[in-house]
């Protein structure tokens, strides 16, 4: 499989974004497995679109306002594109799903020959909503795992979240909800991490910051520590007993499937593909709303023989192995070639 694939995404230098790691690590990790692989902007692409006949172009969703004006591509090349979020998963205000989907995404979408995805979740998802088209699906494999020794103590809860400051994870409201319930919290120990970029919606992010900061209970033990590295982020997942996700839309969960590598309980909303992460009430606890996401919190925090109860279980029950991203690269290859290169015989 000579012919180059051209990936089509914004710098993932710019943003620790879930979907920007996802890039940066698979096109690494494609590259040490000797595939031609080149990669530029959208500014890269439009300036020459198309700029070889025989090849694969792989167009980040986050670029999919754009894809509407790019001319026809050769009827040699594969276009596919990289569904890390898909805006009618979690719609406007105003809009439903199925509306959304049927009006703004569909025309687009169905013009392309195929998709990577990261989940069995999202390739569903586009199937169900009447896409014919094939795609491969290419989970992640975790940034970093933990080093064979490492110390965790119980008792009181100590929490992390990883999480960008944007609406779409639902960090505000779970904020709101743990203020209405400051007297229970305030009278039991308990300390939250939280650690994402406040960057990408800056209002919002400081909505949730000013909570943190003006409130006695939390800014005392909800601590917010910006955007950090593997390398820095792996300590937190150590010590950490638990990890929050308030997320409403996961199409995968990478750093819920970080949590599951260092064997930390998960409570999370039940949402996209995090219920193919949690196994409720074995590795964790899946809710239907951020306000019963509160109320399991406060029983956690009140009653820390939860937390143990499902640490124990975990250690006993959940054996689960993981890739390296080089056994994913592996799969690309194999996937695709099942997939999409016949086209090219």
């Not at 919290?185 to 003006?214: M, R, T, V, W």
């Not at 390398?231 to 150590?238: D, G, I, N, R, V």
């Not at 279980?313 to 999409?340: C, G, P, S």
Request: with cysteine.
């Amino acid at each position: 499989m000579r012919h180059p694939f051209y990936f089509i995404i914004p710098n993932p230098k710019l943003l620790a974004s879930g979907g920007n790691i996802y890039n940066q690590k698979l096109i690494e990790a494609l590259k040490k497995n000797n595939l031609p692989i080149k990669v530029m902007d959208w500014t890269g692409f439009w300036e020459n679109p198309f700029p070889e006949k025989k090849a694969c172009y792989l167009f980040d969703s986050l670029y999919f306002d754009r894809l509407t004006g790019i001319p026809k591509a050769p009827t040699t090349a594969l276009s596919l594109l990289i569904v890390h979020h898909l805006e009618s998963l979690y719609p406007p205000q105003g809009w439903s799903s199925t509306a959304y989907f049927s009006k703004n995404e569909f025309p687009v979408l169905r013009k392309m020959d195929g998709f990577l995805t990261t989940s069995r979740f999202t390739a569903t998802y586009l199937e169900q909503n009447g896409l014919s088209q094939p795609s491969i699906i290419i989970p992640p494999a975790p940034r970093f795992f933990p080093k064979q020794h490492f110390d965790r103590t119980f008792g009181q809860v100590r929490a992390l979240m990883v999480s960008n400051l944007v609406a779409r994870k639902g960090l505000l409201p779970f904020l709101e909800n743990m203020m209405s319930m400051e007297t229970h919290f305030s009278s039991f120990p308990f300390s939250i991490d939280l650690i994402g970029s406040e960057q990408l919606e800056k209002d919002y992010a400081h909505s949730c910051l000013q909570i943190i900061q003006n409130n006695k209970t939390f800014a005392s033990r909800v601590k917010f520590r910006g955007t950090l590295q593997d390398e820095a982020l792996s300590p937190f997942f150590s010590k950490a007993n638990l990890f929050l996700s308030t997320s409403y839309m996961e199409t995968y969960g990478m750093a819920v499937q970080e949590a599951r590598i260092f064997k930390i309980p998960v409570l999370a909303l039940n949402r996209g593909n995090l219920k193919y992460h949690v196994n409720h009430r074995q590795n964790g606890y899946l809710t239907d709303s951020i306000a019963e996401l509160v109320t399991t919190l406060f029983e956690m925090v009140k009653k820390p023989e939860i937390l143990a109860t499902l640490h124990r279980k975990i250690r006993q029950e959940d054996h689960t192995e993981f890739h390296i991203w080089k056994e994913v690269a592996k799969d690309f290859t194999l996937q695709f070639n099942k997939t999409f290169f016949y086209r090219w015989k």
